[in-house]
């Protein structure tokens, strides 16, 4: 059985004291019990503040982004070995938006997929199509894509050590959740993909959805086969919302 994640993506959103009274709304309600692991990912500035807050909680924290560089003259980056510095886990890799807004190339992201991987965090790969290339039936190829950069980089062994995030691009942020069969349909084609390279890999490996997750379609999503939780944007800056969601899992 694969334990179910529901990570929250903060993106650029906080602040000190709304940081504060979310991450302590989070902490009580998973140390009431919650069967899912919870994992918040606050802006890199936020971090120490999550870690001071959470430290000895059942909630674990992570980035959102990292250099694929170790150090140096790298101007506003941040590196694997400074992320776990603040005890953080788990490290977005590749989401859409830094793809789309930033550039970040499937060559680069399988680079910070293996920086964040031999510093010891685990990598959150984020993978997905544009609605266009849905629409031109080209989901599968895509993901495929973005998922074998990754893999020829590092090695299907190093796939067991992370965790993948189908985000379809279309339904990040817009309101629009892919249907529980649509996006089972594309966990088992990269669970398959896995599969095809190792079997073993892909039984354990955990593949989590995002785009519009919300305390009223979580449970459906998660209950699908190979769903196995949640990469959650907007619904994780409430804390009685993210919770309904952990709970889904
Ligand atoms: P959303 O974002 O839940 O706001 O759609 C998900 C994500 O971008 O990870």
């Known amino acids: 059985m694969r334990q179910t994640l529901v990570a929250g993506n903060w993106k650029m959103n906080g602040s000190l004291d709304a940081n504060r009274q979310l991450l302590n709304g989070i902490k009580?309600?998973?140390?009431?019990?919650?069967?899912?692991?919870?994992?918040?990912?606050?802006?890199?500035?936020?971090?120490?503040?999550?870690?001071?807050?959470?430290?000895?909680?059942?909630?674990?924290?992570?980035?959102?982004?990292l250099s694929q560089e170790k150090s140096g003259a790298f101007t506003g980056e941040i590196s694997a070995d400074m992320l776990l510095d603040q005890q953080?886990?788990?490290?977005?890799?590749?989401?859409s938006e830094r793809r789309a807004l930033y550039g970040e190339s499937d060559e680069l992201v399988a680079q910070k997929y293996g920086a964040a991987q031999a510093a010891g965090l685990i990598p959150l790969l984020c993978v997905g199509e544009l609605l266009e290339e849905r629409e031109a039936g080209n989901t599968e190829s895509v993901v495929a894509r973005q998922l074998d950069a990754v893999i020829d980089k590092v090695g299907i062994a190093a796939i067991a050590e992370g965790i993948i995030a189908y985000e379809p691009v279309?339904?990040?942020?817009?309101?629009?959740?892919?249907?529980?069969?649509q996006a089972q349909d594309v966990h088992a084609f990269i669970r398959r993909r896995v599969a095809e390279k190792d079997a073993g890999v892909a039984e354990k490996l955990q593949i989590l959805y995002g785009g519009s997750v919300k305390p009223d379609n979580a449970v459906e999503l998660f209950a699908m086969t190979d769903i196995d939780g949640g990469l959650i944007g907007g619904a994780s800056l409430d804390a009685e919302g993210f919770l309904a969601i952990c709970r889904a899992g």
């Open 28 to 65: 009580a309600g998973v140390a009431e019990g919650v069967s899912a692991k919870v994992v918040v990912c606050p802006p890199a500035i936020y971090i120490p503040q999550a870690a001071s807050l959470l430290n000895g909680s059942h909630v674990s924290w992570g980035g959102q982004n």
């Open 88 to 95: 953080c886990e788990y490290v977005i890799v590749g989401h």
């Open 170 to 181: 279309w339904a990040i942020g817009t309101g629009k959740t892919a249907s529980p069969q």
